[in-house]
């Protein structure tokens, strides 16, 4: 098993900045990778930002790519989510998500087995 947690959502304004992290616990998540989705209200979660394992290869959400960045630290077991130039349609809950399986695939829901909680991050126009 795997836990999960996120921190660092609020609220900000339009233009602003907001920095995410998910801190792992139980089952080593080591080399395995992680991922930040969505949901907005009255949508479906969607795929926001992905890491493989190594941390040399990310995926990003056409949305977001240029704006956001993930990285992470295996030696604490987080993984975080700088996001500048927010947008009000930035507004979501933001969960953390990861896999404990080697795979080619990091965008769908399907291909994670763990989540958090999530985050609410508002941004005010």
């Known amino acids: 098993q795997v836990q999960l947690v996120e921190s660092g959502g609020g609220l900000v304004q339009a233009g602003g900045s907001l920095r995410l992290a998910c801190t792992a616990s139980?089952?080593?998540?080591?080399?395995?990778?992680l991922g930040w989705f969505r949901q907005a209200p009255g949508k479906e979660r969607e795929f926001v930002a992905a890491i493989t394992g190594s941390g040399r290869t990310t995926r990003y959400a056409d949305s977001v790519k240029g704006r956001f960045t993930i990285s992470r630290d295996n030696t604490k077991r987080t993984v975080s989510l700088l996001m500048n130039s927010l947008k009000p349609e930035d507004t979501a809950v933001y969960y953390c998500?990861?896999?404990?399986?080697?795979?080619?695939?990091?965008?769908?829901?399907?291909?994670?087995?763990?989540w958090g909680q999530g985050t609410q991050v508002t941004v005010s126009s």
């Open positions: 998500a990861s896999r404990t399986y080697i795979s080619a695939s990091l965008t769908g829901e399907k291909d994670y087995d763990y």
């Open positions: 139980g089952r080593t998540v080591s080399g395995y990778a």
